[in-house]
């Protein structure tokens, strides 16, 4: 798993950190560009995941139909493209051109489904906290490296940055990633698109995605402004105060992960996430002095980082395995569309309500939203068994519609029968029984 894991692990990192690099200086540097208003600035700080909802589905079947691999590539190469529009943008109608380019290349459902065909079913959920895990590395590191490179070289060279990025891991992909193995699945049941919408806990985890990422935007959108118009800081001082955060968030990284996935705690994970989000906002736009508004930041980086190398995984613990590239689709829309509406609502509310109004509203959506949460059940872990098609009779496949089975499927490349169970209602060897 480590070998094909890791390597798409880093190309999307890379991708990602190459869109959070620009994150913590974006807004100010974007408010001085020719025609610019708050909520352009807004657009432009969320304009990237408009783009990357509208183009999910359509990378996705492309994928299918063309391989994971070129479809990636050609992905990497619009990011990259729309990087160096970004670099040379003199006024705010061409960086905004350049963010959507960037976030057309929607190469991140691609990168899951490539994870699935080359990772067992059991081996999903790690992987995917894996990946997870990198995005919030590439999260925090981008917070120093952003406001220290932007004062040091000026913010349009982190968009040569992001496109050196994005064309570096074009290598990473056609080096050190293998090709997926031809795998056809024949399922015991066939998606429909009713089951996932009205799914009760999918539903929970796309309107947490949707916060999450809505909230995240709007504070990259608020937070270098507040600093630089009422605290009068520089752009050259912004790493003081993304550098405890991104201290503090990364520590909270892998202790959330370890308590989600080892322990099963992914519900309460969540809301304590919830809760430093709604408390962060409060502090931040509630506080008088830096001091006060730095510890604000440093609890939504915590909060976020809680959440981050979680989440999709527990989406496709939600979902039958036939299920999970159209789960994944919708839930990485929700929170894309919670990344554009996060930006462009930041600026129109920054521009014309109070900043303790809106932290205000944002605390009492964050409790409702951990009301939300409580009601969800924690996943049931499940076990497999993977038994040889050859030695099984498959006339007899009926008998698995057994209600301690989850779910099956046959894996023709590999000739095995992949089934899903509750070992509370049925174990391995009664499994085998109904199908000699």
């Given amino acids: 798993m480590i070998k094909s894991v890791l390597p798409l692990s880093l190309i999307i990192a890379l991708r990602f950190l190459g869109l959070f690099l620009v994150l913590p200086v974006i807004s100010v540097y974007a408010i001085n560009l020719e025609g610019a208003t708050t909520t352009l600035v807004g657009i432009v700080v969320g304009g990237y995941?408009?783009?990357?909802?509208?183009?999910?589905?359509?990378?996705?079947?492309?994928s299918d139909k063309l391989g994971r691999?070129?479809?990636?590539?050609?992905?990497?190469?619009?990011?990259?493209?729309?990087?160096?529009?970004?670099?040379?943008?003199?006024?705010?109608?061409?960086?905004?051109?350049?963010?959507?380019?960037?976030?057309?290349?929607?190469?991140?459902?691609?990168?899951?489904?490539?994870?699935?065909d080359l990772v067992k079913e059991e081996q999903r959920p790690k992987a995917m906290a894996t990946m997870g895990m990198f995005i919030g590395i590439s999260f925090a590191v981008s917070m120093l490296a952003g406001p220290t490179l932007g004062s040091a070289l000026g913010v349009e060279s982190l968009f040569y940055i992001t496109m050196v990025l994005a064309l570096g891991s074009i290598f990473v992909l056609l080096k050190m990633v293998p090709n997926p193995p031809h795998i056809t699945h024949t399922y015991n049941g066939k998606t429909k698109l009713s089951s996932v919408l009205l799914n009760a806990n999918l539903v929970k985890m796309n309107i947490t995605n949707f916060l999450q990422k809505g909230l995240m935007t709007f504070a990259f959108m608020i937070i270098p402004m507040v600093l630089l118009r009422s605290y009068e800081w520089q752009m050259s001082d912004l790493w003081q105060v993304y550098l405890p955060a991104m201290i503090f968030g990364f520590l909270a990284m892998a202790p959330a992960a370890i308590i989600a996935e080892k322990k099963g705690k992914f519900k309460e994970i969540l809301v304590i996430g919830?809760?430093?989000?709604?408390?962060?906002?409060?502090?931040?736009?509630?506080?008088?002095?830096?001091?006060?508004?730095?510890?604000?930041?440093?609890?939504?980086?915590?909060?976020?980082?809680?959440?981050?190398?979680?989440?999709?995984?527990?989406?496709?613990k939600f979902a039958k395995v036939h299920q999970r590239g159209l789960v994944l689709g919708i839930f990485n829309s929700f929170g894309y569309l919670g990344t554009f509406l996060g930006g462009l609502l930041g600026g129109m509310f920054f521009e014309n309500a109070s900043l303790s109004a809106i932290v205000i509203a944002i605390?009492?959506?964050?409790?409702?939203?951990?009301?939300?949460?409580?009601?969800?059940?924690?996943?049931?872990?499940?076990?497999f068994v993977y038994l040889p098609i050859d030695e099984y009779n498959l006339d007899k496949k009926e008998n698995l519609e057994h209600e301690g089975i989850d779910e099956w499927y046959l894996n023709n490349t590999e000739k095995i029968i992949a089934i899903k169970y509750n070992d509370e209602k049925i174990d391995?060897?009664?499994?085998?029984?109904l199908l000699k």
């Fill in 49 to 62: 995941a408009l783009t990357q909802m509208l183009f999910q589905v359509p990378f996705g079947i492309i």
């Fill in 69 to 116: 691999k070129g479809t990636i590539v050609m992905g990497l190469i619009l990011f990259a493209l729309g990087s160096l529009i970004c670099a040379t943008s003199s006024d705010i109608y061409s960086l905004m051109l350049g963010r959507f380019l960037q976030g057309a290349g929607a190469i991140g459902a691609v990168v899951t489904a490539m994870i699935s």
């Fill in 274 to 316: 919830i809760a430093l989000f709604g408390i962060s906002y409060l502090v931040i736009g509630l506080s008088s002095s830096t001091f006060v508004f730095i510890i604000g930041v440093v609890l939504f980086f915590i909060g976020f980082n809680m959440h981050e190398p979680i989440m999709q995984s527990l989406a496709t």
């Fill in 363 to 383: 605390a009492i959506i964050c409790a409702l939203w951990a009301i939300l949460i409580i009601t969800m059940p924690n996943p049931t872990k499940k076990k």
């Fill in 428 to 433: 391995e060897e009664s499994i085998k029984a």
